[in-house]
C-alpha cells in the first residue's frame, strides 16, 4: 500500500505562492525565494536576505553568518534547520544582487508582499528574531534608534522580538566595541532559545 500524502494546508499553499513569485524579476539577478516555515514552530529568525552561498544552495544562513548566529543562539545544524521548531524567513526572499559595497538591501516590496500571510499561518510564534538593521527596521518601524542602541535595550521591545545585530564575520569589530553584546544579551538569547526549543 503506498504512503499516504496528507492534503496541502494553507500553508503549503502559500509557500508553493511565495516560492513561485517574480515580482522582483529584473530587478534581481534570479528570483529564488529562500524560507523554512512551519505551523509548529515558535521561534522566527527574520534577517537581512540570501547571499550567494544561500541564493545558490537554497538553504537558510548556510554561510558563515550562519554558523556565528546558531552559536549565539547556542544550538546546532539540526536544530536549527528543524523548520517544525524553528522558522526562518529574510525581510527580503531572494538574494538581491551585489552592490559597490557588497550586497545590495533586501527589495523593500518583499516583506510587506509575505510577511503577514506567513506569519498568520504560523500560531505558534511566541519569539522572532530580528537580526540586523533591515528586519528591525520592518518590524520596529517607530523605533528610530541606532541598532546599537536596540540590541543593547533588547527588553524595551520584547517579549515578543529580540533585536540582534548581523552574525557577518564582517561585523567583529562591532562586537569588539560592544563587549556587553557577549556578555548580557547571547545569555538571554540561549535562555529564549533553549526554552522554546
Known amino acids: 500500500m503506498p504512503p499516504i500524502t496528507p492534503p496541502p494546508t494553507a500553508l503549503d499553499a ?3 505562492e511565495v516560492r513561485a513569485c517574480r515580482i522582483c524579476q529584473g530587478l534581481i539577478p534570479e528570483p529564488n525565494p529562500v524560507l523554512r ?13 540570501p547571499g550567494t552561498r544561500v541564493h545558490a544552495t537554497g538553504i537558510p544562513w548556510n554561510d558563515p553568518s550562519g554558523d556565528n548566529l546558531r552559536a549565539w ?11 517544525a521548531r524553528i522558522a526562518i524567513v529574510p525581510t527580503g526572499l531572494c538574494y538581491p544582487g551585489h552592490g559597490p559595497h557588497g550586497d545590495l538591501p533586501p527589495r523593500a516590496e518583499c516583506a510587506p508582499l509575505w510577511h503577514p ?4 499561518l504560523m500560531p505558534a510564534i511566541e519569539l522572532v528574531l530580528l537580526v540586523g538593521e533591515y528586519a528591525q527596521r520592518y518590524y520596529l518601524p517607530g523605533d528610530r534608534r541606532p541598532l546599537t542602541g536596540r540590541v543593547r535595550d533588547y527588553a524595551s521591545v520584547g517579549p515578543r522580538f529580540l533585536p540582534l545585530p548581523h552574525p557577518s ?17 547571547l545569555p538571554v538569547l540561549r535562555e529564549r532559545v533553549a526554552a522554546l526549543l
Open 14 to 16: 502559500l509557500v508553493a
Open 37 to 49: 516555515v512551519s505551523v509548529s514552530a515558535r521561534l522566527l529568525i527574520v534577517g537581512q536576505a
Open 73 to 83: 543562539m547556542g544550538v546546532d545544524r539540526d536544530t536549527f534547520y528543524d523548520a
Open 117 to 120: 500571510r506567513l506569519l498568520a
Open 169 to 185: 564575520p564582517r561585523n567583529r569589530l562591532w562586537l569588539r566595541n560592544n563587549p556587553w553584546f557577549t556578555a548580557e544579551v
